[in-house]
């Protein structure tokens, strides 16, 4: 059964850009993908650190959640992820925010992604490929972080060549 999942991307660190594109090339072997537009954040942590560049990328696959986070966390590695720090630089970094309709909460995993709703840099690209979405019956959005968005868009939805 194929399970509709959004995968938050994020990159500060490298070639950002060529960074995500590869990572959605890959996300592409797991079963059809759709991309948001690519957004360029400040640090939600320290401050000492570029800006982000942030996408989500909504993925249709039979993966159950713990092997897709085995996948997301492979590809992490692949391009080189190194934890310097909390909330620090990253050339890559891959959140399974929402899987399907489930509420799943692990050790390993908090789905929907823990911060969700608290974070503009995840909630403007969902609404860019749903703009109906909604999280705990609340209609994304209406959020008041919407508003309030210190978001920049780099590029529509072409930016990645899966």
């Not at 194929?2 to 090339?25: F, K, P, W």
């Not at 390993?108 to 109906?132: E, K, M, N, S, Y």
Request: charged residues 20%; without cysteine; glycine residues 6%.
């Amino acid at each position: 059964m194929t399970i509709r999942t959004y995968i938050g991307l994020g990159s500060n660190l490298g070639d950002s850009q060529q960074i995500l594109s590869e990572a959605v090339a890959k996300l592409a072997t797991l079963g059809a993908v759709q991309v948001s537009r690519l957004y360029q954040s400040p640090p939600m942590g320290p401050q000492d650190q570029p800006n982000y560049l942030n996408a989500v990328v909504q993925l249709d696959t039979t993966l159950a959640p713990l092997a897709l986070l085995d996948q997301l966390q492979q590809f992490e590695q692949e391009s080189g992820r190194v934890r310097l720090r909390r909330w620090g630089e990253r050339t890559l970094d891959l959140d399974l925010l929402i899987y399907g309709q489930e509420q799943i909460q692990n050790e390993r995993l908090t789905v929907p992604h823990i911060g969700l709703l608290q974070r503009d840099f995840v909630i403007i690209p969902l609404l860019d490929l749903d703009a109906h979405l909604q999280l705990n019956g609340h209609s994304l959005k209406d959020l008041e972080l919407v508003q309030q968005a210190n978001l920049t868009v780099i590029a529509d939805q072409s930016w990645a060549t899966a």
